[in-house]
């Protein structure tokens, strides 16, 4: 009995494969990762991102230029002050009364006390 049951079991599963016709097999799609929406929106913030960084980048680099220039202009300021100063001491260096008087008396003029003027503020 046991070998009947066997063939009565391959003669249906022999029958099933027959009588069931094979379905076609259908196409499977792959998934997409992004859809095309989500492609745009990641595009537009990627461009958003780099402009961002290129305006970025070139403030910087302007406010750098700036504060060099500025560094510049105080050097020039610290050299025109020490030339200022130099000078207004050379100025009362020049200016004392024994040169002048000794100037003076080289260019043959000669000091009249009773010609002197005496001002006041």
């Excluded at 379905?23 to 499977?28: D, F, G, I, Q």
């Excluded at 020490?82 to 100025?91: A, E, G, P, R, Y």
């Excluded at 008396?105 to 003027?117: A, C, I, P």
């Amino acid at each position: 009995m046991t070998n009947l049951a066997r063939q009565l079991r391959q003669e249906q599963r022999e029958q099933q494969t027959i009588k069931a016709p094979k379905a076609p097999k259908k196409k499977v799609q792959q998934k997409r990762w992004f859809s095309p929406g989500e492609k745009i929106l990641g595009i537009t913030f990627g461009a958003l991102v780099c402009f961002g960084s290129i305006h970025i980048i070139s403030n910087q680099a302007s406010i750098y230029e700036l504060n060099a220039e500025i560094q510049d202009t105080k050097e020039m300021i610290r050299e025109q002050q020490k030339s200022n100063s130099d000078l207004s001491i050379q100025v009362s260096e020049l200016s004392q009364y024994d040169r002048i008087k000794e100037k003076a008396r080289k260019l043959g003029l000669e000091l009249n006390d009773q010609n002197v003027k005496v001002v006041q503020d």
